[in-house]
């Protein structure tokens, strides 16, 4: 059976792209798709589908969520606190499958940053 090998983009919509697209390069390091895509390091990606009542994202009316792996979460933290971004850490987040925290970008989407185990 062939199978897919990996998630190829994410695409949402946005009240300003080219704003938001400039953010999510300047903070996070993904870089927009034009001219060359952002390629990702090989690691561990989670596909799960969540139960349609759940407040994980937040708002009731988020319908997703993208979750970006980090090498160093506390270093990420002060990065993002450096440029005046609020960060939400919960000790229930983490769990034995890593390190967790979540910011928002300026269109009010949740995302979540990973610290895997090793």
Same mark, same amino acid.
């Given at each position: ?34 001219p ?5 390091? /090989? ?6 589908? $969540? !139960?349609?009542?759940? +407040?994980?994202? %937040?708002?009731?009316?988020?319908? *997703? ?16 606190e ?9 000790? /229930? ?6 390190? $967790? !925290?979540?910011?928002? +970008?300026p269109? %009010?989407?949740?995302?979540?940053? *990973?610290?895997?185990?090793?």
């Amino acid at each position: 059976m062939e199978k897919v090998n990996g998630i190829g983009g994410v695409f949402f919509r946005a009240k300003d792209p080219k704003a938001l697209s400039d953010w999510y390069e300047t903070h996070l390091g993904v870089k927009h798709y034009d001219p060359v895509p952002w390629k990702q390091r /090989e690691g561990a990606t989670v596909f799960a589908p $969540f !139960a349609q009542d759940t +407040d994980y994202f %937040g708002r009731a009316d988020q319908q *997703w969520m993208i979750n970006f792996r980090v090498d160093d979460l506390g270093a990420m933290i002060a990065q993002l606190e450096n440029a005046g971004i609020t960060v939400e850490t919960r000790p /229930e987040w983490d769990s034995a499958v890593g390190k $967790f !925290a979540r910011i928002h +970008d300026p269109e %009010g989407n949740p995302v979540e940053l *990973w610290e895997p185990n090793q």
